[in-house]
């Protein structure tokens, strides 16, 4: 069972805060909104994104090693035991602060490479999930690791 430091849902919303706080201070002059999708599994995983810019074009935009260390401190926080957690969002900002994020926890995620029966494994030893909290797909997933 691991033992992931919890987040209530007021640290949740602050530890949002400061991820938001970080991307923004990355931003190209005149953005008009960020979008962002990541999938994971285990070691895997995978990230688009896309910032808007006042011409209407579309650049991409790296995620700041930080940034990316703060979604899976995140993520931790999240865990709810038997559950699991969260295997992929959608995070979108729009200046000068504001963001929304939905979470997939129980949708099998995009991945152009799919993840390894080891990241399934890895996944489930990390965010273990109780037999009648586990999707069909994560459990395909797990049985290739046996």
């Known amino acids: ?10 640290e949740q919303q602050q530890k949002l805060a400061e991820i938001t706080q ?5 931003m190209p002059e005149g953005w008009q909104r960020l979008v962002v999708r990541a999938s994971m599994i285990g070691q895997h995983s995978e990230m688009s ?21 703060m979604f899976q401190q995140l993520r ?7 559950l699991g957690s969260w295997v992929g969002f959608e995070y979108i900002v729009d200046p000068p602060f504001r963001y929304q994020i939905r979470y997939n926890r129980d949708e099998r995620p995009a991945f152009e490479e ?3 029966p080891a990241d399934f494994a890895t996944e489930n030893r990390w965010f273990p999930r109780a037999e009648t909290h586990m999707t069909e797909w994560f459990r395909r997933g797990l049985e290739g690791a046996s």
């Open 76 to 82: 931790k926080g999240m865990y709810a035991e038997g």
């Open 114 to 116: 799919p993840p390894s």
């Open 22 to 26: 970080a991307v923004v201070a990355t």
């Open 1 to 10: 069972m691991p033992k992931w430091p919890q987040l209530d849902p007021i």
């Open 49 to 69: 994104t896309g910032v808007q810019m006042p011409d209407k074009s579309v650049r991409g935009w790296e995620m700041p090693p930080e940034v990316w260390r």
